[in-house]
């Protein structure tokens, strides 16, 4: 009798297999003696769309609202059936004794396992693989010690009425606000708080009102020393900064008081996601979206990290005995590091990382035993591997210690102040090469209480207060985080789904809201744009998982309150107008054009959603790039055949007549990309985006 192994990725599918001692290869699962390992391709199973349950659910009218249907169904996707089919074919054979779950261990992962396994009536054992890394030795190691499948039920359970949840309300709330405005307007329980706060910060950003401020600086003997008074290093009085001018310039300074203290800072922790997206961003201004692809492919692909959807930054007791042999497999990169922790048998100096209590489903993220080559690496992948890396080592050096020296001087009545440090032990600092406190001239170490000195070049600064600034992604990070909105896993998800949807974009970095984006906001319910409800959700989704909370009453309440939200978007008296309407109107219906930006270009689209004629502003984008700033440049057909421009440069290139106008090379490329991708968009977001993109 065999094992059915089911995989959430063929690649994933493809090491299980080499591991277990299959070599039997099909075209949608892999055979050994004791194993057959199939695999899915993302979800291969999805809740049932409005026309599922009726055909006239497909046309968007206010009246249907709210559509709550009385049990929520399955169905198979239809770009994946092919694959559910060979795993419906093959579980219904004869000499099969258990089903084993080994797709993604966290509730995403769990929910597309859980819900094949419902279509298919599974009625045999069901194993669970419970692993955080992808290597040989953890996948064996897994193997050893499968899980009853029952131990994770509360997981399933947190799944589906996340998956519900945002069905109801997103469903529901989107498709009420569109027809109500005919624009395609999305809203969500969690993107629609992430947006109420990059709002409120814009708001903050233009009631604003600068003001101006003067500050005082003195040359106090070898020192230059700062004006203070409560705390208070600013004087919002000309006047008065003038006037403690004249009064301190070339008079003599006391020395009141000075204080040293001896002062510590422990390694940091290592990283879970969220905190690896914020350095990420702060670093390479990698997106939070970007950083989890790259992340995925370095546990997925080359194994050199465990899990990656994690929300702990600590590690369990009995991962101690793993240290050294993860040490040994950096080594060779990192090897001025690791050596002097090696000839001390790679004890971790950071104890306090071995925390039990402290570890959720998944362990912080850290390197894996597997050896380290970097040139099979990508450029990303060594920046994002060397930040994992780098922490790690961090545990292994003792903490950063240095002395500071506080000095407050009297000239005149007046206080000013002069700080420096002095770096006792770099620490674990020799590490990551940072040293975040200045050190100076180590003036202060040889001064004493009651000291006269001279004070000269009194000098003072001009300057405006500033507001806060926009948002970054890893701002919004924390943010979402600190109120619970989202998970690790999806925060990235919810940030790009605001960027598509137009209302919201990233300049310099920052994230600006449109003035889609600013209408929308002040459509939606107040309750939806509230992020402590949606944390509130989250944290119940939370309990579920772990056995605390009440299923049924969780969709009870979604349910009620899908109600109450239609209910107010139906009787608003609220108005909306497009942001993006043209003088232009359209040759079939006569209604006015919209502008939207596409990837291509702008494109025109009428604005009513039951027309959807579209035609092109712009030329259509090429993927030959601009041999001065790298743009992609746009197709022209001209008297002497086709050719590319670039829309900022002006630089013009004739095509390759041999290639025509199409790039073959580039083609072959982005077929090789898209063909060999893993996962496919389910209906419901297949839907939104025609919804809210196509249609715009």
Known sequence: MKSLVLAEKPSVARDLARVLGCKDKKKSYIEGPGYIVTWALGHLVELKMPEDYEKRYKTWKMEDLPIIPNRMGLKTIRQTSHQYRAIEQLAKRKDLKDLIIATDAGREGELVARWIIERLHWKKPLKRLWISSQTDRAIRDGFKQLKPAKQYDNLYQSAVCRAEADWLIGLNVTRALTTKYNDPLSAGRVQTPTLSMILDREKDIQGFKPQEYWTIQAAIGPLTASWEKNGEKRLFDQNKAESIQDKTSGKSAVIRDIKRQEKSEPQPLPYD??????????????????????????????????????????????????????????????????????????????????????????????????????????????????????????????????????????????????????????????????????????????????????????????????????????????RMEKY?????????????????????????????????????????????????????????????????????????????????LVSEITSSSKSYKAHNLTGSKCPECGE????????????????????????????????????????????????????????????????????????????????????QQESVGNSMADALKAALEDKE
């Not at 170490?445 to 507001?467: C, F, H, R, W, Y």
């Open 273 to 478: 996601l969220t905190e690896l997206q914020r350095d990420a961003n702060r670093r390479f201004g990698f997106s939070a979206k970007q950083t989890l692809n790259v992340l995925q492919r370095l546990y997925e692909q080359h194994k050199l990290v465990t899990y990656p959807r994690t929300d702990s930054r600590y590690l369990t007791k009995d991962m101690e005995a793993t240290m050294k042999d993860r040490l040994k497999a950096i080594s060779s990169v990192y090897k001025k590091e690791t050596q002097p922790i090696l000839k001390q048998h790679g004890k971790v100096a950071a104890k306090r990382i071995f925390n039990d209590a402290k570890v959720t489903d998944h362990h912080a993220i850290i390197p894996t035993d597997q050896s380290l080559f970097m040139g099979d690496l990508s450029a990303d992948e060594r920046k994002l591997y060397d930040l994992i890396a780098t922490r790690f080592l961090t545990l292994f050096y003792p903490p950063y210690k240095y002395e500071s020296i506080h000095a407050v001087f009297d000239v005149e009545g007046e206080t000013f102040t002069a700080k420096e440090t002095a770096v006792i032990d770099k620490g674990f600092k020799a590490v990551t090469g940072k040293d975040d406190e200045k050190v100076a001239g180590h003036h202060l170490a040889k001064l004493k209480n009651g000291q006269t000195l001279s004070t000269k070049d009194v000098n003072i600064a001009s300057k405006m207060t500033e507001p806060q600034q926009r948002y970054s992604e890893a701002d919004l990070l924390t």
């Open 484 to 564: 619970g909105l989202g998970t690790p896993a999806t925060r990235a998800d919810v940030i790009e789904r605001l960027l598509s949807g137009q209302v919201v974009e990233r300049k310099n970095a920052r994230l600006y809201p449109t003035p889609k984006g600013k209408q929308l906001i002040d459509l939606v319910n107040d309750e939806l744009k509230s992020p402590k409800l949606t944390a509130r959700w989250e944290h119940q989704l939370e309990d579920i998982a772990h056995g605390k909370g009440n299923a049924g009453a969780f969709l009870a309440n979604i349910r009620k309150q899908t109600k109450q």
């Open 592 to 675: 006015l054009m919209k502008e939207i930006k596409g990837k291509d270009g702008r494109i025109l689209v009428c604005s009513s959603r039951e027309c959807g004629h579209r035609k092109r502003k712009d030329p259509k984008l090429s993927n030959r790039r601009c041999p001065k700033c790298h743009k992609r440049m746009e197709i022209h057909n001209g008297e002497a055949g086709v050719y590319f421009q670039c829309r900022s440069c002006n630089v013009v290139e004739k095509a390759d007549k041999k290639k025509k106008a199409v790039n073959k090379r580039e083609e072959r490329q982005l077929m090789k990309k898209y063909g």
